[in-house]
């Protein structure tokens, strides 16, 4: 794998973007997992209450009630003290925040490459390129539809949301549990798939030349 590719051609994260994610959802730095779940959980819970917009305005007035007081606090306090020490954020000011045309370049093509991955195997899965897939398809989306019946977008969102930081470090503690039972499950799936497709004809998969 050379410059974020595979042997494919599709475009892959930097390691370092993956690594940084695995320890956020395996919680290897507690702190700055538990900022990052919080946060996210606090807002996906106040959408739940009141619209993005309402939301988003609260979160911009409270940003700068905190930035406006500090201002003024470490203003004062320079007044008094007769000190100049300059603007307190100014570290910050300085720092280079623009996006360089490299970067945009490489996620754009990583999110274009599953993009295309997508579309192409939704039109393999609609134009019944393989039937038993297409009716796997088919079964996944008449759950889909009693899911969406008891839940809306945003609360898949919030069990999604608990789930991507509770399910890693559930699963690396109980990793062979798991793997045992999740192995028994998936032996019997395809046991059972295997015995339709022997039964039902015209889902037998037709192997290449």
Request: aromatic residues 10%; glycine residues 6%; charged residues 20%.
């Given at each position: 794998?050379?410059?974020?590719?595979?042997?494919?051609?599709?475009?892959?994260?930097?390691p370092?973007?993956?690594?940084?994610?695995?320890?956020?959802?395996?919680?290897?730095?507690?702190k700055?997992?538990?900022?990052?779940?919080?946060?996210s959980?606090?807002?996906?819970?106040?959408l739940?209450?009141?619209?993005?917009?309402?939301?988003?305005?609260?979160?911009?007035?409270?940003?700068?009630?905190?930035t406006?007081?500090?201002?003024?606090?470490?203003?004062?306090?320079?007044?008094?003290?007769?000190?100049?020490?300059?603007?307190?954020?100014?570290l910050?000011?300085?720092q280079?925040?623009?996006?360089s045309?490299g970067?945009v370049?490489?996620?754009?093509?990583?999110?274009?490459?599953?993009?295309?991955?997508t579309?192409?195997?939704?039109?393999?899965?609609?134009?019944?390129?393989?039937?038993?897939?297409?009716?796997?398809?088919?079964?996944?989306?008449?759950?889909?539809?009693?899911?969406?019946?008891?839940?809306?977008?945003?609360?898949?969102?919030?069990?999604?949301?608990?789930?991507?930081?509770?399910?890693?470090i559930?699963y690396?503690?109980?990793?062979?549990?798991?793997?045992?039972?999740?192995?028994?499950?998936?032996?019997?799936?395809?046991?059972?798939?295997?015995?339709?497709?022997?039964?039902?004809?015209?889902l037998?998969?037709?192997?290449?030349?």
């Amino acid at each position: 794998m050379e410059n974020g590719k595979t042997e494919n051609g599709d475009s892959q994260p930097p390691p370092q973007w993956k690594d940084k994610v695995v320890e956020l959802l395996y919680w290897r730095d507690v702190k700055t997992s538990g900022v990052v779940f919080g946060a996210s959980l606090s807002l996906l819970l106040s959408l739940t209450l009141c619209s993005i917009v309402s939301v988003s305005s609260y979160i911009g007035l409270a940003l700068l009630s905190v930035t406006i007081c500090f201002r003024i606090y470490k203003g004062i306090l320079q007044a008094i003290q007769k000190s100049d020490e300059g603007h307190p954020f100014k570290l910050y000011l300085d720092q280079d925040v623009a996006l360089s045309e490299g970067t945009v370049h490489k996620y754009s093509d990583c999110v274009l490459a599953r993009f295309n991955t997508t579309v192409t195997e939704l039109r393999r899965l609609f134009l019944v390129e393989d039937l038993v897939d297409s009716l796997k398809f088919a079964v996944l989306m008449w759950i889909l539809t009693y899911v969406g019946a008891l839940f809306n977008g945003l609360t898949l969102f919030i069990l999604g949301l608990v789930g991507m930081f509770s399910c890693p470090i559930v699963y690396e503690k109980y990793k062979v549990q798991i793997d045992h039972y999740v192995g028994m499950a998936s032996k019997q799936v395809k046991d059972i798939i295997a015995t339709v497709q022997s039964k039902v004809p015209g889902l037998k998969r037709v192997k290449a030349e």
